[in-house]
């Protein structure tokens, strides 16, 4: 049906464009369904205000595929793995203690969420552990806090904190692995829960620091001649 071009015809015209510009790729399909739904509107002020709520739903719409996106985007997930470092490191610290403390209640509550805990195994490793380990294990939590920090604020220097962090993280773990003490405290599976934690995180950071420093190819015309 054909209606004539009144003022509201014309605005409904340019919402319903407005809508089809926000409409995600996925959803394309949504303007033709548009047009030909306000075809059917004989009233020019209905039609109108039929358009102005199709350009919230498109818009909507578009905000919820970006919101998506951002939630699994690189950053996301990098500033995810930084605040598990950060709930990990403060659970090792804050379980060996209040362990060395003698915080029996407050070590077995932290210690339920470990498979085959025993605090009586436990007491001797922390015990073992010099203060300069519980200080150097405190740094470990503060260097991915401000990592965490400057990852949000998309700080050039997140990188580099991180990875310090996560290289003082490891040389805390392998000085732990020479306590014996510690052999009895924990058991092989977890021990080898870290490793492979640290083997995949350097992986992961190896790959994106190779990937930064590779070069981008040059771009050619079909002559052949650098552009």
Not at 67 to 88: A, D, E, K, P, Y
Not at 211 to 226: F, H, K, Q
Request: proline share 4%.
């Amino acid at each position: 049906m054909t209606h004539p071009l009144t003022w509201r015809r014309r605005l409904t015209q340019t919402a319903l464009r407005l809508g089809t510009a926000l409409l995600p790729a996925e959803r394309l399909a949504w303007a033709a369904v548009m047009r030909a739904e306000v075809q059917h509107i004989n009233d020019d002020g209905e039609a109108l205000h039929w358009a102005l709520g199709s350009v919230c739903a498109c818009a909507a719409e578009r905000f919820r595929v970006w919101r998506v996106r951002r939630l699994f985007s690189t950053h996301s997930l990098g500033i995810l793995w930084i605040v598990i470092f950060i709930v990990s490191s403060a659970f090792n610290v804050s379980i060996a203690l209040a362990a060395r403390l003698g915080y029996q209640r407050m070590a077995s509550a932290l210690g339920w969420w470990m498979r085959e805990f025993q605090y009586d195994r436990f007491v001797p490793f922390a015990a073992a552990m010099p203060p300069g380990l519980f200080v150097l294990m405190g740094l470990v939590v503060v260097l991915f806090s401000v990592s965490l920090y400057l990852s949000v604020r998309n700080h050039p220097a997140s990188f580099a904190t991180f990875c310090a962090a996560l290289a003082l993280s490891l040389v805390t773990w392998l000085y732990q692995l020479g306590i014996p003490a510690y052999l009895q405290a924990l058991s092989p599976q977890h021990r080898w829960r870290i490793g492979i934690c640290f083997a995949l995180t350097a992986g992961v950071l190896g790959a994106l620091r190779w990937g930064s420093a590779v070069p981008e190819p040059s771009l050619r015309n079909l002559d052949g001649r650098e552009r």
